[in-house]
């Protein structure tokens, strides 16, 4: 299927820059072709990144803030700036400037922070990210880290990829129970879609298990293989330990995890 969608838009889909809406219209515009389109741009970033170390584009943002600066000598004040930790294989710096700088402007965006400096940018993919909605009847509600939810809750799980190419969704509960999300089953592909925030193609129903929910994405680099099994088998041994509450999976070097925890209320 042909389209007109102009490039550019479908950069900012890759990069989850549109609301849930503008994204579901620019993917129909797509057609048949937006899963690849997309994969494309993800794996041309993560390319990219990995041709610029974080602490080669981190001291070249230095440098141009640095000849910035000497160009505003004349202006009053000492100024610094702040960094952020935002990278897609690795720690890296960021800065935000102060306003009255020439030449100097940040953008935070859900999948990263974009740097500008004397026109040229310098974007960070961000981090991945777990989500996590409630829904009802009354519709949807974005849970947080420590909310309250309750037997019989239906959960939809979604994922930003941010550039990763493959990843793994598992939960554990309070009564020792480990879940595998995403993917469907252990033979199934881990391969993650790219864009805005993904939701899994099923949506979950929250059992009588007590205490608590937890819930892990982890994902490697996308120059690394992530097993399924292995991740799985963490899961299952931190939920049958005392540290199932709080404690953290424990995976070979290079997998990375985030977690969201759900509390669940007394029946």
Request: charged share 25%; aromatic share 6%; hydrophobic share 45%.
């Amino acid at each position: 299927m042909t389209t007109n969608v102009p490039e550019f838009m479908v950069e900012r889909l890759a990069k989850g820059e549109f609301a849930p809406d503008v994204a579901a219209e620019v993917r129909i515009g797509l057609g048949d072709n937006a899963d690849a389109r997309l994969q494309a741009i993800a794996t041309d970033d993560a390319a990219t990144l990995a041709a610029l170390p974080p602490a080669e584009v981190a001291a070249e943002v230095r440098r141009r803030l640095a000849i910035g600066d000497r160009r505003s000598a004349s202006s009053a004040g000492r100024w610094w700036i702040p960094s952020l930790a935002l990278a897609a294989t690795a720690a890296i710096a960021w800065f935000a400037s102060r306003p009255t700088s020439p030449g100097v402007g940040v953008s935070v965006h859900d999948d990263g922070v974009a740097v500008r400096v004397d026109g040229e940018q310098i974007r960070t993919k961000g981090d991945p990210q777990l989500a996590i909605d409630q829904v009802s009847g009354a519709g949807t509600r974005r849970l947080r880290d420590g909310d309250e939810v309750a037997t019989g809750d239906r959960l939809q799980v979604r994922y930003r990829a941010a550039g990763r190419t493959s990843g793994v969704i598992v939960s554990i509960d309070g009564a020792g129970a480990t879940t595998l999300h995403f993917p469907g089953h252990r033979d199934a592909s881990p391969q993650l879609r790219p864009g805005d925030l993904v939701a899994l193609d099923h949506s979950y129903e929250l059992d009588d298990a007590p205490g608590f929910e937890r819930f892990f994405f982890v994902t490697v680099p996308a120059d690394e293989v992530l097993d399924i099994d292995t991740v799985v088998r963490a899961a299952e041994t931190l939920a049958a330990g005392v540290a199932a509450h709080k404690g953290a999976l424990v995976l070979p070097q290079g997998y990375e995890q985030r977690s969201l925890e759900l509390r669940k209320k007394p029946r």
